[in-house]
T-cell receptor, first 116, second 111 residues
Framework: DAGVIQSPRHEVTEMGQEVTLRCKPISGHDYLFWYRQTMMRGLELLIYFNNNVPIDDSGMPEDRFSAKMPNASFSTLKIQPSEPRDSAVYFC??????????????FGPGTRLTVT | AQSVAQPEDQVNVAEGNPLTVKCTYSVSGNPYLFWYVQYPNRGLQFLLKYITGDNLVKGSYGFEAEFNKSQTSFHLKKPSALVSDSALYFCAVMGRRALTFGSGTRLQVQP
């Protein structure tokens, strides 16, 4: 398996533009997570899905952020309009949970977003 | 709500010496605990986890972690550090709201 795939790896955009980050989870995993990492705030959970359904989006900072998971193999995180303070590394992760057994999360390589 | 504390921003150790990276947690119910490592410009990589069973958990790259329920700790250890172990280490606890990560500890192993 190729692991969690994220694209693009780097994104530079101007303030006010729409940004779309993409993630392909590991096949067979039923949980998908979006995180944001900054020096100031560390690693923050933004939203997570179970079987393509958003379970908890309380970490999404503002209405400018939205996430979708139209099928088990694809998710997007969209920022519209983008602002300089959105500059961060955005990680996608996936995992498998069966009953009471919790499996570890596998992270993608991240998308480094710079908003100028 | 669950939380994780990593009290040290950075740990310095000489190559060949044992290393410990500290982690304490707070969670209601049984804790599910994890350690991850992040190398520069990479995503987080899973090292090991504690779900139940033996308090000493062995993981990847020779790392192990000791679960201590009375002290609510889950310290990461390695008997002999390598320069290549230099990275950012995150402790995490599973709660109702997925994983909660600590702030991270930068491990620097000097040759």
């Amino acid at each position: 398996d190729a692991g969690v795939i994220q694209s693009p790896r780097h994104e530079v955009t101007e303030m006010g533009q729409e940004v779309t980050l993409r993630c392909k989870p590991i096949s067979g995993h039923d949980y998908l997570f979006w995180y944001r990492q900054t020096m100031m705030r560390g690693l923050e959970l933004l939203i997570y899905f179970n079987n393509n359904v958003p379970i908890d989006d309380s970490g999404m900072p503002e209405d400018r952020f939205s996430a979708k998971m139209p099928n088990a193999s694809f998710s997007t995180l969209k920022i519209q309009p983008s602002e300089p303070r959105d500059s961060a590394v955005y990680f996608c992760a996936s995992s498998l949970k069966q009953g009471r057994i919790t499996y570890e999360q596998y992270f993608g390589p991240g998308t480094r977003l710079t908003v100028t | 709500a669950q939380s994780v504390a990593q009290p040290e921003d950075q740990v310095n150790v000489a190559e060949g010496n044992p290393l410990t990276v500290k982690c304490t947690y707070s969670v209601s119910g049984n804790p599910y605990l994890f350690w991850y490592v992040q190398y520069p410009n990479r995503g987080l990589q899973f090292l090991l986890k504690y779900i139940t069973g033996d308090n000493l958990v062995k993981g990847s790259y020779g790392f192990e972690a000791e679960f201590n329920k009375s002290q609510t700790s889950f310290h990461l250890k390695k008997p002999s550090a390598l320069v290549s172990d230099s990275a950012l280490y995150f402790c995490a606890v599973m709660g109702r709201r997925a994983l909660t990560f600590g702030s991270g500890t930068r491990l620097q192993v000097q040759p």
